[in-house]
C-alpha cells in the first residue's frame, strides 16, 4: 500500500532558529500534499496544501513567510518553520495524495516539534 | 460510558463490547467521509470511508454508517479490542477532486481489558 514518510519524527530547537520537516510519498507520486498541524487533545487543522511545481496554497490565518513549504518534486515535499517561537510547538502532520482513482490520503507518522 | 472532556470526548467500554463513535459533520455538500484512526504520537490511519450515494459500508470488524438528512456519521466497532484504543477522527470532502479533508473534533476511544 501507499506510504508516506515523514522526517524528523522528533526535533527540539531553539526559539529564532529554523526547522525543516521533510515529507516523502515513497512508492507513489503525489502531486499534490498537505500539512497539517495538531495541538495535544485537538483535531487536525490544515495549513496549507502543497502543489509540486508550484506555490503552495495557504489556509487563512497561516503565515506563508513563517511557514515555507517547497514541493520540488513528485515525492518530496517539505516544511519549514522559521523564527520558530515556543507557541510553533506542535505536532505536525503531512498527507499525500494518492491520485484521481482514489480519494483517499496517506499519513506520514508526524513531527513532534518543540522549541525552547 | 461516554464523557466530553475539556476538549475530546472520551468514550469507554470494557473488551469484547460493540463501540460507537458518533460524528456530526458540517458540509452538507460534501461528497466523501473517512474515519480515522489515531494512536498516540503518531499519524492519522485510514479505517474506512463511505461516499454520499451509500448510507452503510462494512468492513472488518467496522461499520459506518451515514445520515445525510441529519449530517450525521457513525463507526461501529464490533468486539472492541484493547488494541482498539486511541483517538477516532471523521474527516469530510467535497465533491471537487480538489477540495480538501475537513476533520471532526475526534473521540477517545479507551478499551478496559
Known amino acids: 500500500g501507499a506510504v508516506v514518510s515523514q522526517h524528523p519524527s522528533r526535533v527540539i530547537c531553539k526559539s529564532g532558529t529554523s526547522v525543516k520537516i521533510e515529507c516523502r510519498s515513497l512508492?507513489?507520486?503525489?502531486?499534490?500534499m498537505f500539512w497539517y498541524r495538531q495541538f495535544p487533545k485537538q483535531s487536525l487543522m490544515l495549513m496549507a496544501t502543497?502543489?509540486?511545481?508550484?506555490?503552495?496554497?495557504?489556509e487563512q490565518g497561516v503565515e506563508k513567510d513563517k511557514f515555507l513549504i517547497n514541493h520540488a518534486s513528485l515525492t518530496l515535499s517539505t516544511l519549514t518553520v522559521t523564527s520558530a517561537h515556543p507557541e510553533d510547538s506542535s505536532f505536525y502532520i503531512c498527507?499525500?495524495?494518492?491520485?484521481?482513482?482514489?480519494?483517499?490520503?496517506?499519513f506520514g507518522s508526524g513531527t513532534r516539534l518543540t522549541v525552547v | 460510558g461516554e464523557s466530553v472532556g475539556l476538549h475530546l470526548p472520551t468514550l469507554s467500554v470494557q473488551e469484547g463490547d460493540n463501540s460507537i463513535i458518533n460524528c456530526a459533520y458540517s458540509?452538507?455538500?460534501?461528497?466523501?467521509f473517512i474515519w480515522y484512526k489515531q494512536e498516540s504520537g503518531k499519524g492519522p490511519q485510514f479505517i474506512i470511508d463511505?461516499?454520499?450515494?451509500?448510507d452503510k459500508r462494512q468492513g472488518q470488524r467496522v461499520t459506518v454508517l451515514l445520515n445525510k438528512t441529519v449530517k450525521h456519521l457513525s463507526l461501529q466497532i464490533a468486539a472492541t479490542q484493547p488494541g482498539d484504543s486511541a483517538v477516532y477522527f471523521c474527516?469530510?470532502?467535497?465533491?471537487?477532486?480538489?477540495?480538501?479533508?475537513?476533520f471532526g473534533k475526534g473521540t477517545m476511544l479507551l478499551v478496559s481489558p
Open positions: 502543497s502543489n509540486e511545481g508550484s506555490k503552495a496554497t495557504y
Open positions: 512508492d507513489f507520486q503525489a502531486t499534490t
Open positions: 458540509n452538507s455538500a460534501s461528497d466523501y
Open positions: 463511505i461516499r454520499s450515494n451509500m
Open positions: 498527507s499525500a495524495d494518492q491520485g484521481e482513482l482514489n480519494y483517499g490520503y496517506t
Open positions: 474527516a469530510e470532502k467535497g465533491v471537487s477532486r480538489y477540495s480538501t479533508l475537513t
